[in-house]
């Protein structure tokens, strides 16, 4: 932490006319901490090997013909009565040197760009749960309006670099669904948004829709990163039709796809970590060699979601010592692979209470130690990812403001040390009314968003409300407060327009 | 992490007739991680020097006649008007060659003695609040019944190396108080205990019961640390009479002081991290100076404990960026000093909630990767330190049993890694039955004592109970379950006898 990112610097300004309030730039954080270690070099060179071993002699099943038939295409041996591919090690090396190593995903405005490379740090939250929660309406099955709602968070807060699956939308049908999260994502916010790979046409709407509201030509909009989406496997070692799918048409319209195996050790993992590992990396190489063969050079994150089950209910666990250690190993493959990567912060806690935080905040330092680039899930995740808190994401929002803060260089010039200061104040007083106190208190600290530093009395007379009461009035107005991005009229219309014939053609149905 | 710590190993057994539970061992951790830097070497360097600077040209009120004297003998310059001591670098840099760079303190069965040097890691519990609460009695003074509570609470987990101060018990006068509480300690714990510095009648108390208890002479208690008491200097710039005292008395009696100056930045020390922390390193080395002029190799700990306080209300504030922040900090200056040193987790939450989570997670993260060698606090503490919540206590087991499995090796043979149970289950599969899980599904994960991972309708139907009302149900059970600990009875009449006879005498005021 001692070198000055070169990334981030902290925005102070000095102290102007209106009072001087603290400005700080969360954007494109750099990773303050050295990478840790569970595994050494050559443990890690063995998973490893062991992972192109898979590839190479047990294989995946790759249930997408078009994507067997580029495995073919590029040595592969292929079973297509068992929709088997066995990928020798040299096609996967060749793949893995396709990528760029360091690549932008632009956003609706340029400090919405969100750079990524191994050493940066960018959070996503929560994705994807079928239920949405907050404590004035109870838990319920999430609604476009919970996705928008979730939209308005992500746009407000500067520390969240990129629009996630967010909820299921369930009220609306599924082959229309997609139309009004992109809605939502490029009308309320212009940070990257995320583009579901349920299949092509589902794909090529996410891309139209998203093309027209940052108003490129297919041109310019295959020529830059302009949103992610999430390719998980099917652990142990398939990849079905909709990922598979993604993996091509993402690589194709150069879009990055976020590769990632979600395998939970004991359940669809091996039962230990290393074991976890091996096939996590074998999964992931072999989607990313699919990837790369579709668009040799297309912007692809490695990653990796490891965590535990109980292992004598088989219920999914997160924010454990296991999820933590296979964190921080998976940072040592990923380093190894050169690309950046994701992972995330979880937690199987069903409300918002100490045990929620608490695996939260573990499994989401094992990712910032694993020196992790993308880290998901990071807000507003609960019930090990069936519920989406709008409390959780507000009180996460500290935490994630924390890590930011920690990116930033701590300064230490004469003046900081003080020696004049502590010359001033004498033994026993105190420095509340010292010149050097005075010229930097109003900048000098993190104001926390939930965090209720008030003593005991005074928290009693304001209600004993604790951060998950809190969180609820916050969640509520930063929704309530929220104003549509600016945007072209000319562009809304015709994202309208596409949305409505669209709609009228049918839409489109997920395919699987 | 890679390698395999030498003093903690996990004692997994195999399994055996009666079902093989997963056996650990919490006890003598050694840190897995590279610590981490805030600053520069240059500016570690820098805040070094101008702490020496401090001391020399500033100086310290040091209130205690016999330590003022120590010092002068010693060549520092004392006016005797202003109780201030200006202290000469070779002086300083003289006594901290002294002190051993490692040592044991001992507890009354050798499986509870603790190693201290740069690199291992420990954890002390909540020490000194006037309160404490749990959610059937509320929030209450503290009495001499919770302070016993929280002695069979440390007792019971292996992960809470030492006794602290706990709570005061306010039932009890001040005057006799002390033998109460060293008498709950040795009764019911064999760990070492917490001896408060309360002036030198009150400390001999204290070493005599403790010789008692242990069943040792004079000569062999001075021989080895048996316990350990903390000083906290009065920021800026004062060691108070029972200070000074303790310093002096635990040194002669060979028993490690923790020196912790307490710090809040923009209150009792610069509002500046660097300066916060040329304050806390400069009382720091004044408090141990003095503690090794008087018994040159005593054993004795460094200490850091700087926060920031709310500038708007003055409030004390925990877990923040800042903390972590001076927590990593001292780890570079304490690492400069060679020794053992303590650092603190911590919260100014109210309640056991999502926010007290997250702000001691955040310092206890803190000062792991800042290196440090004993981590007080890290159990129960509440209110920035005003309240003990047993329930709390409970939930910060789980973080810590986490840090301490993260310490243990993580295994990386063949086997580990799975190749035959990768052939084995088929693409889409699961490993619930494979060979490689069955083998090692008994012992493979950290079982949670609070975590809940059961679903949202499991949960529900257990009562939609949140992680501090289940902490409850296992402190009252922890505490209920307790039993003294095997002691001859020859000790436990004399420990009565001598404190009939202190009592019958007046018992020891406090010394200020």
């Known amino acids: 932490m001692n070198d000055e990112p070169k990334l981030a610097r902290r925005g102070r300004r000095p102290r102007d006319a209106a009072g001087g309030a603290r400005v700080v730039n969360y954007r494109n954080l750099r990773n303050p901490f050295t990478p840790q270690r569970v595994f050494s070099d050559d443990q890690i060179q063995s998973i490893h090997e062991t992972s192109l071993r898979v590839l190479e002699e047990l294989g995946l099943r790759v249930l997408l013909p078009e994507a067997r038939a580029r495995f073919k295409q590029a040595g592969a041996l292929v079973d297509e009565s068992a929709n088997m591919v066995r990928i020798g090690r040299e096609i996967v090396e060749r793949a893995l040197l396709t990528p760029p190593r360091a690549f932008t995903v632009r956003g609706g405005a340029p400090e919405r760009d969100a750079f990524f490379a191994l050493g940066t740090l960018a959070f996503q939250p929560c994705g994807g749960p079928p239920h949405a929660t907050d404590i004035a309406r109870g838990r319920r099955p999430a609604t476009i309006a919970d996705f928008t709602d979730a939209v308005k968070l992500i746009q407000h807060y500067d520390v969240i670099h990129m629009h996630a699956a967010n909820v299921e939308a369930q009220d609306l049908p599924i082959h229309l669904r997609h139309y009004a999260t992109m809605r939502a994502q490029t009308l309320w916010s212009d940070k990257p948004p995320f583009v579901y790979a349920r299949g092509n046409p589902q794909t090529m709407d996410g891309f139209a829709m998203l093309r027209i509201a940052r ?11 302009w949103c992610t989406t999430v390719i998980n496997t099917n652990s142990p070692r398939q990849i079905d039709i909709p990922m598979a799918q993604g993996l091509i048409d993402f690589a194709l319209y150069g879009q990055p796809c976020v ?44 990653g990796a979601f490891a965590s535990n089950v109980d292992m004598k209910s088989g219920a999914p666990a997160f924010g454990t010592p296991e999820e933590v250690k296979c964190n921080i190993a998976s940072g040592q493959l990923a380093r190894l692979i050169g690309l950046p ?31 992790c680039s993308l880290i998901m899930h990071a ?9 989406l808190s709008f409390e959780k994401f507000i009180t996460d929002i500290d935490m994630l403001n924390t890590f930011a803060e920690l990116c930033h260089a701590t300064p230490a010039t004469d003046a900081d040390l003080a020696f004049e200061a502590l010359k001033e104040v004498q033994p026993g007083g105190h420095f509340f009314g010292a010149a050097h106190t005075m010229e930097r208190y109003q900048t000098a600290f993190y104001e926390p968003v939930v965090a209720d530093w008030s003593n005991f009395g005074t928290w009693t007379e304001r209600g004993s409300r604790d951060a998950t009461s809190r969180a609820h009035d916050i969640y509520r107005r930063v929704v309530d407060e929220a104003k549509p991005v600016p945007l072209d009229p000319a562009r809304v219309e015709e994202l309208e327009a596409y949305v409505a014939k669209r709609t009228e053609e049918g839409g489109a149905p997920p395919v699987s």
Request: hydrophobic share 50%; glycine share 10%.
């Open 259 to 302: 590769v990632t195996p979600f395998c939970l050790m004991g359940a669809m993992a091996p039962v230990t970590v290393a074991g976890a590992l091996t096939l996590s990396h074998a999964e992931a190489m072999g989607a990313i060699t699919l990837n790369q063969l579709a668009n040799p050079g297309a912007p692809v994150f490695y």
């Open 215 to 225: 108003g490129l030509t297919w041109e310019q909009f295959k020529a830059d990163a």
């Open 379 to 387: 807000a507003g995740w609960l019930e090990g990812g069936l519920t």
């Open 341 to 371: 990567w994701r992972c995330a912060a979880a937690t199987a806690a069903n409300v918002n209470d100490a045990q929620a935080a608490h695996e939260t905040e573990m499994s989401c330092w094992g990712a910032v130690l694993a020196g």
